[in-house]
């Protein structure tokens, strides 16, 4: 499998650190950037362990609890808490957050 | 080559805002049309610690629609995270369904002047809407609104099963009369209750091979899908034909100059991550619920069609009529189980005649009708009794609609109950035949056309309250005899 | 009185030996004398303290007190508190009040005890040493030199400073049983499902879970009845009934069997082991019997952990955007430029680090050998822990490789870091119950050891760890420093 070789690369170019930081939206300068590579690189390897391991039959787990989803009753329980939850707000007005203009 | 030499292949993503009274996840109201983010709990602006719970009927929805396109509903279904930055969206991701969604299969048929067809759905799935951005309020800013943030959604997608806008268009309604008539969405567009994207791509006739497709947002009508998707189609024939490619990116309908525009291409291709989400479980949809759900269910459109036409007798185009609209349907239902014994037809016609006729000229939605179905009924009863001709009725009508009152009292109070008495049908016969004295000669002379000289004097003598069929009996008999 | 058990306070509260104000105000005293020093609590809230303590003297006079009338506490600071201060940590949350509640907090309260502060922790719970935090490192009270463990490493202090007898905490691989371990306290973190995390900040919503901190085990069991139980806002929260633990700590080891999970007991410090070991012995003596437990894929543990939490922690993460609370950069010049700025200001060194990798690991190409290869790892790992149950009633081991490190001897090797959890990691995975109870210190500093159990069986790990402490004195030793 195409991911498999991927994983087996200890090396991670700077590059691809780069764009897991442009997707994750984080501001990283180069000095950062470099350190986060050294880092995702003693990482990759530390976890070969685990990509290595020969174990895709074995049925995935996401979460601790074998439940299933319980269902909420449809009820509005909610009441209007804008001017609270607003306080913390960075930037709103008129009760809207605002952000810089997005262009579409 | 020309536009003729060409297939276009249409497939449809309709999101279908579910009328549930609260959110998805979250206690918050749904209802449409509050101040900016007066319906945003802390769950809904993504507050730090929040904890999604899912909204039960918004799953008993979903398999409801499941149920009513023949699909598949997953006996365990799971809610992914769509990870993503954008301002209407507050935690960095939507919840959506991704590899399990609860709805597979199933399709919906439609109708369009080149037949009829069965139009295949790929999945539904369930999910929470965003918020709403608005650029035009506060200069230099996005204004953000997460009151819409959470709404449950119903995302439908279909099979590139179409070819021509026609056919799009004529899906999407089959799709809104079905969600409607399960009364799991109110259908309103303009508020962006069914809202529905479009991939559209072009390939030579009798290629089997797809084409780039382009994907179409922003159309908020069912004349806008056509206009998008026709003006979509000849685009990417013109582009093909004059050598160039078409692109797989996102286009922008303006229904102003009637054209789609590219949204500005993104740096980089989104890569959504999805995972299933840790605060949540899958969700089991066992027997004994889709079992319940069935029971509830209403009739389905199609269903119901046709059993218009075979047990009600209905004509085939007023079935259609009737069942295209969930509230007609219910109206008619309605008048029919307070009129008793009111023959279907009689009361389709007026429903789709008189009363959509006047809705329409008020400008009013058949919720909003002056006349309620129990009023139709009761004029309805009078002219099937005889009380009233049809003539008379429409008069009857127009009161009602007016507000006038009831029917009784309006028949009492503008005097126009149907003079059925033979008596003095029979007194004002013989007034008429003594004073004309040559048309009867003309009558018995062989000039029969004469004959409705005389029903028009009686009529005119009972301004018009006489029974006509009473008046044709006794006149043939009198000036016969 | 701060240094007395919650079995004494309340006799104390009810005998009027005290008022919940003198005993508050002693709290509130101490945290005045030590946090200076400790650097344990980012927040004191004396005002609303000193209102709830006049309110509990009123309960208690009244005869109708809760369970925990009157009782101090401390909250970690990724517990929602309406209208106080709750920073996770970090500078992204440095002004952030919530409009409301955690489950946990609401319930503390309601069962009568008083939070007097907010303990300071690793950023949004991401660490093991208490230094990764915007609000400054936390000291170890036995060694002001040292960490005090991670990320609950306010909680740890302020519980082994005798700033209040209890706390709460998070554990997420390790983030309450560490610490315990480090300051010599008690610390539990029950099985998932158990606490509702509702109003509990998300590091790594699977693997997350809320717990107790405190002297004694016994003292647990008081806080851990008051703060459990189902809560229809969390649709992780089982639907089961509270144990009464404080009412089940009676009980005969005889015949209980303790497994001791081989792949732990390697690789540590021998005089942990040795520690430990001492307790095993004690548990021998008062009529457990030990067994060796195989745990074949416990070398798996450390890489899978790091790979969910990571992943699961970089979309949790995603909601500090600068948008609708929490940090946002002096002037954004576009949408882009608030995120990146607003993200990169926001959060530390060790929060990116973890954001990048797990998003790396769910991206596109690489999801299925990162994120997808550690789930099924997760099933190998749960499942040891069920096939081990079968043979042991619970399991023991050192809770930590190590007796607390000296602050900044591992912070620039966040592996080194991450490896330390061998121990803690895989309970997480599992979603089991597990507690930290002090043994023997080593060269003068605490060391812990950590019961695991089958779910929902703290009652159980409760009794064994209040026999224990019966039986000895570990737990009873107090910091010098903080005589």
Redesign the interface.
Known sequence: MATDSKAKQASIDLETVRKTARLARLAVDEEHLASYQAHFERLLALVADVTEAPIDDVEPMAHPMDMAQRLRPDAVTEDDQRERLQASAPNAEDGFFLVPRVIE | MSIDQWEAVIGLEIHVQLKTESKIFSGSSTAYGADPNRQASALDLGMPGTLPVLNGEAVRMAVAFGLAIGAQIAPSCVFARKNYFYPDLPKGYQISQYEDPIVAGGSLDIVTDSGARSIRVTRAHLEEDAGKSIHDLFRGHSAIDLNRAGTPLLEVVSEPDMHTPAEAVAYMKAMHTLVRSLDICDGNLQEGSFRCDANVSVRPKGSSKLGTRAEIKNMNSFRFVERAIDHEIHRQVHRLESGQEVVQETRLYDSDKNETRSMRSKEEAEDYRYFPDPDLLPVTVDEVLIDEIRVQMPELPQARRARYENELKLGAEEALQLTDDPELVAYFEATLEAGGKLPPKRVANWILGELQGALNRADLAMEASPVSPTQLADLLGRVEDGTLSGKLGKQVFEALFAGEGEVDAIIEARGLRQISDSSAIEAVIDEVIASSPDQVAQYRGGEAKVFNYFVGQVMKATRGQANPGQVQKTLKEKLDG | MLRESVTRLREGLRNKEYSARELVEASLARIDEQNGKLNALITVTPESALVAADAADRALAAGDAPDLCGIPLVHKD???TDGVL?T?GSRM?A??????D?TVTRNAASHGAITVGKANMDEFAMGSSSEHGHFGVVRNPWDHERVPGGSSGGSAAAVAAAMVPLATASDTGGSIRQPAAFCGITGMKPS??RIS??????Y????DQAGVMGVSAEDCAYLLKAISGFD?????S??RPVEDYPAELEGALKGLKIGLPKPYWEGLESAVADAVQAQADELVKLGAELVEVEMPNA??A???Y??IAQ??C??N???Y????????CED??????????S???G?C?ET??R???G??A???????????????????I?DDFTAAFEHCDLMLSPTAPSAAFKIGEKETD??AM??ADVNTVAV????LPALSTPGPQVDGLPVGGQLIGPYFSESRLLMVAHQLQQATDWHLQVPEAAA
């Open positions: 990724n517990f929602c709750t996770c949350l002004n952030f009040v919530p409009a409301y955690a998932y499902g995390r509702y109003g509990l900040v998300a790594a919503s699977s693997l229809p806002l969390d649709s992780t089982v639907q070398s798996l450390v890489s899978t790091y790979l992943a699961e970089s979309s993460l995603s909601r955007d600068g948008v609708r609370f929490g940090h946002r954004p010049k576009d949408l882009q430029d608030l995120y990146r700025r993200r990169g200001e959060f060194e990116q680090r954001i990048l990798v998003t790396f769910l991206s596109s190409g690489y999801i299925d050998a990162y994120y997808g290869k550690a789930m099924r790892a997760r099933r190998l749960s966040p592996i991450y490896l997480n995975l599992a979603g």
